[in-house]
């Protein structure tokens, strides 16, 4: 392709943007194909020669996007958000043209110095100490990976990289029976295994873990000559919202000598609000990991996750590895691939000093504001119809209830709903039960959008009933 071609496709691709995200509201949010469907309207084999953009482009709006679920739909309310508020699109698009990898400093320093700089932004939009310095990466489940290597490494005197684990005893990790499977599976990947990852069962109105139960884990773990390695907690579960209480779990933690990572990937988006730091955040400082996600809730195109770091030596103990070809000279500056596991690195940053300076921290406070609002005022609409119940009170913008019925009655309610069409949800489990949850956090949804659900589910409820 010419680059004056380029131009112009480019171009074309910026209006249709903008023509979909107009026409977003009218699209079905969750794709309405059958398996393979899509796949079957592919050539099963690469073209020998050059095809015109036209037909490319024909290709992808008549076979790609019907195959598309909307999550900039302002009726997403499954899972959680993945927002790309469309300043952070442009940063991206700039990325991508520039297209540089930013593994080193010298291969772009503005990529690694404004990364340094957008860490600290956020650092002080959550409040968090001036001490944390930190790293953007791909996903959570990468940042927690590495905390969890670190936990590993730490509790081995950083022997287990050259040594492997084999000898070196049971190590233990803690969490609550709410995290992530991410956290299950960085246990796997460390080596650590699924068996020493120790699940304490929560209690209260945010489903915290039981702090006593920590104690008698670490005491019984001591007793049998396992050793305590890491404590993992969270803030914002995925299944219902689940938040550690983290003075008190900390307190152990620290008392035991454990590493500590808090999971925040969803929740700590809502934490640049002082009122819900006061309320969720009481003592996130004592934390030696925290991660969270601006790809999620905040608005920073996928993908794009901030792993703040009270003192970055026990992760680069862990991961930094230096062969003659990435040895750079001078040492006045940060190499960020050495802060984590892959290699190469896209520009990150860039989308988050577009975002925050097209909204202001405040224009992005706004947003969170009501989406926690809106969802307490449908929590309370759903709690009113008849026979439904609310199953997990919000935790800020995540409930979940049930209708009438069995199980599979939650399931066909999902399934319908989404085959209607008109919004999107998940469903979950919760204590055996099965739940449907809903949680508001698109970037341009509205207090209506929000508030038709409630209609929507009576509507498809009555035609299943
Ligand atoms: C989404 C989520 C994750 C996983 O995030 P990725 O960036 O997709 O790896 C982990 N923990 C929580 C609480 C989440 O909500």
């Known amino acids: 392709m010419k680059w004056d071609e380029y131009s112009d496709w480019a171009k074309m691709i910026a209006d249709w943007g903008a023509d979909y995200h107009a026409t977003l509201r009218d699209r079905p949010v969750r794709a309405q194909t059958a398996p393979g469907q899509i796949a079957a309207q592919l050539p099963q084999a690469p073209p020998d020669g050059a095809e015109a953009m036209e037909a490319i482009m024909a290709d992808f709006e008549q076979i790609v996007m019907p195959g598309m679920t909307h999550w900039q739909h302002p009726r997403f309310f499954a899972y959680f958000p993945a927002n790309a508020a469309p300043p952070s699109m442009l940063a991206e698009m700039l990325v991508t043209t520039v297209a540089a990898q930013c593994m080193l400093w010298q291969t772009s320093?503005?990529?690694?110095?404004?990364?340094?700089?957008?860490?600290?932004?956020?650092?002080?939009?959550?409040?968090?100490?001036?001490?944390?310095?930190?790293?953007?990466?791909?996903?959570?489940?990468?940042?927690?990976?590495?905390?969890?290597?670190?936990?590993?490494?730490?509790?081995?005197?950083?022997?287990?990289?050259?040594?492997?684990?084999?000898?070196?005893?049971?190590?233990?990790?803690?969490?609550?029976?709410?995290?992530?499977?991410?956290?299950?599976?960085?246990?796997?990947?460390?080596?650590?295994?699924?068996?020493?990852?120790?699940?304490?069962?929560?209690?209260?109105?945010?489903?915290?873990?039981?702090?006593?139960?920590?104690?008698?884990?670490?005491?019984?773990?001591?007793?049998?000559?396992?050793?305590?390695?890491?404590?993992?907690?969270?803030?914002?579960?995925?299944?219902?919202?689940?938040?550690?209480?983290?003075?008190?779990?900390?307190?152990?933690?620290?008392?035991?000598?454990?590493?500590?990572?808090?999971d925040a990937a969803w929740a700590g988006a809502a934490m640049i609000c002082s009122e819900f730091r006061e309320d969720f955040w009481a003592n996130v400082d004592g934390f030696d990991s925290i991660v969270f996600n601006p790809h999620k809730w905040l608005g920073a195109q996928f993908d794009c996750s901030v792993q703040f770091l009270a003192d970055p030596q026990p992760q680069l103990n862990t991961l930094k590895i230096e062969p003659e070809y990435l040895k750079t000279t001078g040492d006045a500056v940060t190499n960020y691939s050495e802060w984590t596991i892959p290699l190469g690195r896209r520009f990150r940053a860039l989308k988050i000093w577009f975002l925050i300076r097209s909204y202001g921290l405040d224009g992005l406070r706004a947003r969170l504001r009501n989406h926690v609002l809106w969802a307490g005022e449908l929590c309370e609409a759903i709690r009113a119809m008849d026979g439904f119940e609310i199953v997990t009170e919000p935790i800020l913008s995540l409930f979940s209830f049930r209708c009438p019925g069995s199980d599979a009655d939650q399931q066909r309610l999902v399934d319908a709903l989404n085959d209607d069409g008109r919004i999107y949800l998940t469903q979950g489990a919760f204590q055996g039960q099965k739940i449907i949850r809903f949680q508001v956090g698109q970037f341009d949804t509205t207090r209506d959008d929000v508030m038709m659900a409630r209609d929507v589910i009576a509507d498809v409820w009555r035609n299943l009933t």
Do not use: F
Request: hydrophobic fraction near 40%; aromatic fraction near 4%.
């Open 109 to 262: 320093p503005a990529a690694t110095e404004v990364e340094g700089v957008m860490v600290d932004w956020l650092r002080q939009a959550l409040d968090l100490p001036a001490e944390y310095t930190g790293v953007i990466q791909d996903s959570a489940s990468s940042a927690t990976l590495s905390a969890v290597l670190t936990m590993r490494e730490r509790a081995t005197g950083y022997s287990g990289n050259r040594e492997g684990l084999s000898g070196k005893g049971q190590l233990r990790i803690y969490c609550s029976d709410q995290v992530h499977s991410s956290i299950d599976r960085a246990c796997w990947v460390a080596g650590i295994g699924q068996d020493n990852l120790v699940k304490l069962p929560t209690s209260g109105p945010r489903y915290a873990a039981d702090v006593d139960a920590l104690k008698a884990a670490i005491a019984a773990d001591g007793a049998a000559g396992h050793i305590p390695a890491g404590l993992i907690g969270i803030t914002g579960g995925t299944g219902i919202g689940a938040c550690d209480d983290l003075g008190p779990l900390l307190a152990v933690a620290r008392a035991e000598g454990l590493y500590t990572h808090l």
